[in-house]
């Protein structure tokens, strides 16, 4: 299948794609194609101009701001994957990689057009609000940072412009003691049926803060905070296991597909909280 035709514009420099965006209100940034193409194969979009940033030199960096990580925009899948800096600094980002796509796609994928995609079963999302990343996007008009959690709008909808070209994703230095990803999908490396990502703190032997997110199970990853709230103020036992389980399981509407239906979608919620929770908390020790 090929794509409809489009206009193909080639960016020099970051200045030059957004500068590309703002004269073209129907063109998209390519950049490894990995889902682009395949939704224009489909006819599922039909971008009238591609801005192809492959060859905007020095975008595909991964390295250390301030205790945290500033990763640009063209860093490919798995070079985020084998980074030492992002496994010492964010090492919840490297257990997802664990379960993201498969080596081919993630040569040529980023991270970065991973995320502008927002595809509601993706891993990264779900990461990139419980460490509480940001999201620096540009366009002509200057730069704004959207913290991670107003960022995921809806199914592939996100809080960034038409004009607007995500050009760095910020990791914060290890906030919470502890961490854990889980997730069930069909096979190794397909989209997930349903996503936890966990990261916690605890003061002599009490939650301190937790934050339990969810993807796959609705139209966007988002925290499930009545699961947070269960496990705050106390020690993580099987009391309060119990009681976050069902509470994440209470906070999601999920769907049902030809993967799964809903009630087992909820299932998982509550089994990958219980087991996210506790992983996390052992972590912290
Ligand atoms: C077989 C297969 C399995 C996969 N499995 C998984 C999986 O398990 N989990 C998962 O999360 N993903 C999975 N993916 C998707 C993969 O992670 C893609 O790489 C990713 O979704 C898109 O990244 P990209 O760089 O290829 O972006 P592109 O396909 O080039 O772009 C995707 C979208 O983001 C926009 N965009 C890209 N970069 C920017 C930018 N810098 N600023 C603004 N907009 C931008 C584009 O305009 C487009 O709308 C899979 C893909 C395939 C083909």
């Known amino acids: 299948m090929k794509p409809p035709r489009f206009r193909y514009l080639r960016a020099g420099s970051v200045d030059g794609a957004v500068q590309a965006l703002a004269d073209n209100p129907d063109a998209r940034i390519l950049a490894g194609g990995q889902s682009l193409i395949a939704m224009m194969n489909l006819r599922l979009v039909r971008p009238a ?29 798995n070079e985020v994957k084998h980074s030492e800096l992002v496994r010492a600094r964010c090492p919840l980002l490297t257990e997802a990689y664990e379960s993201i796509a498969h080596h081919t796609v993630r040569n040529r994928g980023t991270l970065g057009g991973n995320l502008c995609h927002a595809d509601p079963s993706s891993e990264t999302p779900a990461v990139m609000i419980a460490v509480g990343a940001t999201l620096v996007l540009q366009s002509v008009g200057g730069t704004r940072a959207v913290g991670a959690e107003d960022f995921f709008l809806g199914t592939y909808e996100t809080a960034a412009r038409q004009d607007e070209m995500l050009v760095e994703i910020r990791l914060p230095g290890r906030g919470a003691d502890g961490w854990a990803f889980a997730e069930i999908s069909n ?18 032997g009490r939650c301190a803060a937790a934050r339990v997110v969810a993807s796959g199970v609705g139209e966007h990853a988002a925290r499930l905070v009545p ?4 496990l705050v103020g106390g020690p993580v036992d099987e009391t309060r296991l119990d009681a976050a389980a069902a509470a994440a399981a209470g906070a999601v509407d999920p769907h049902s597909d030809s993967h799964a239906d809903a009630a087992y979608r909820r299932d998982a919620v509550a089994a990958l909280t219980r087991r996210t929770v506790r992983r996390a908390a052992e972590r912290c020790g």
Not at 49 to 62: E, S, T
Not at 187 to 204: K, Q
Not at 227 to 230: I, K, L, N, Y
Request: net charge negative; proline share 2%.
């Open 49 to 77: 101009c591609l801005i192809d940033i492959n060859r905007v030199p020095d975008l595909g960096y991964i390295r250390e701001e301030g205790d945290g990580v500033a990763i640009g925009a063209l860093a490919r899948h």
């Open 187 to 204: 096979r190794h490396g397909d989209f997930a049926i349903a996503v936890i990502a966990t990261t916690l703190s605890l003061e002599n």
């Open 227 to 230: 699961a947070e709230q269960a």
